[in-house]
């Protein structure tokens, strides 16, 4: 029998609790790193909701990116060894004491970087990258919209395009909190759409190039509406729902892209180029400080509900994570 480690166990709507496990073997390929903090998504509570099952040989184990130190690689691994501070994505697993990432999704963690904002990274990073640098090409200069623009997606994203010289970047949020604090990111103009319509601020301000929406439902149209000549549109989730009516003659009269991409899924050799990229284009921010991780708030693995309770509240602004030496 493999040796046992402790992980968040999760059925349905019941309170997450910790259990014994088996500790996860590193395939050729792998590190296996102990975990000292897990970064939450949104992927986590609809996995909990039995809506996102993990991929087929992933870990059942909710959780996709973490931070920790390296106790043993897979033998075909290169350029890690034991002890190395790391941070990384994988398909599940991040909720418990060990995990194992796949080398070509792994960052090499600074010694002066925590491990909790280590694990505020991956994700949000590549995330970014894969759909607003990648998919819908970002280019200096052009306007990017960010629907969530105060989740830990949408704050690395306004830090990310202002880095790579965007020329107007536009966020909604749900409070004027919010708002100010995605200006305070470098945001140009934040829409409070609990009191504004963005539809008519964003028009009004020339309508956007790029624009990043993890909301669906009705804005799917309005982001149409608001795209300029050859925009690129894309959605990361449907929070308000994923079946619209829509009228698609904006596609044509305005040459649009409407698109739509998942991270976790994607064949290791793809996350590591898109790894590779932020590495190239980003990282180097990160370790001067000119990209920062936002963190909202950060619970210990035992307080793992309330850490739900904090992101279902839609209350957050920035990453919320699990640590190891939080109380």
């Known amino acids: 029998m493999t040796e046992p480690m402790w992980a968040i166990h999760h059925d349905g709507d019941a309170p997450l609790r910790s259990t014994q496990v088996s500790k996860p073997v590193c395939g050729p390929e792998d590190v296996l790193v102990r975990v000292h903090a897990a970064g939450l998504n949104r992927a986590d509570l609809v996995q909990r909701a039995g809506f996102y099952p993990a991929p087929p040989g992933a870990s059942t184990i909710l959780g996709l990116e973490c931070a920790g130190d390296i106790v043993a690689c897979g033998s075909d691994v290169t350029g890690w060894q034991i002890g190395d501070r790391v941070c990384g994505l994988m398909a599940g697993g991040a909720y418990a004491e060990f995990a194992t990432l796949h080398q070509g999704s792994l960052f090499a963690l600074p010694d002066a970087m925590s491990f909790e904002d280590g694990a505020a990274l991956p994700e949000v990073m590549m995330t970014v990258w894969a759909n607003v ?159 920062h991780p936002v963190i909202d708030r950060v619970y210990s693995f035992d307080h793992a509900n309330e850490a739900h309770a904090r992101f279902s509240s839609g209350g957050h602004i920035g990453k919320i994570l699990l640590s190891l030496t939080a109380t």
């Not at 790579?164 to 536009?170: F, L, N, S, V």
């Not at 990361?236 to 994923?242: K, N, P, S």
């Not at 698609?248 to 892209?257: A, D, N, S, T």
């Open 133 to 291: 640098f990648d998919r819908c090409a970002l280019q200096p200069e052009e306007t990017l919209l960010v629907h969530g623009g105060t989740s830990g997606i949408g704050t690395m994203a306004i830090q990310m395009a202002r880095h790579a010289g965007a020329g107007r970047i536009i966020i909604t949020a749900g409070t004027d909190e919010k708002c100010a604090a995605a200006r305070a990111l470098g945001a140009d103009l934040a829409i409070n759409y609990n009191t504004q319509d963005f539809e008519s601020l964003v028009s009004e301000d020339g309508g956007a190039d790029v624009i990043l929406d993890m909301v669906g439902g009705d804005y799917v149209q309005k982001n149409l509406s608001v795209a300029r000549i050859n925009g690129r549109i894309c959605n990361i989730a449907y929070m308000q729902g994923f079946k619209v009516e829509l009228n698609l003659m904006p596609i044509m009269l305005k040459r649009l892209i409407l698109t739509g991409t998942t991270l976790r899924a994607r064949p290791e050799q793809e996350k590591q180029r898109i790894r590779d990229a932020v590495l190239k284009g980003f990282w180097p921010a990160i370790l001067t400080g000119d990209i």
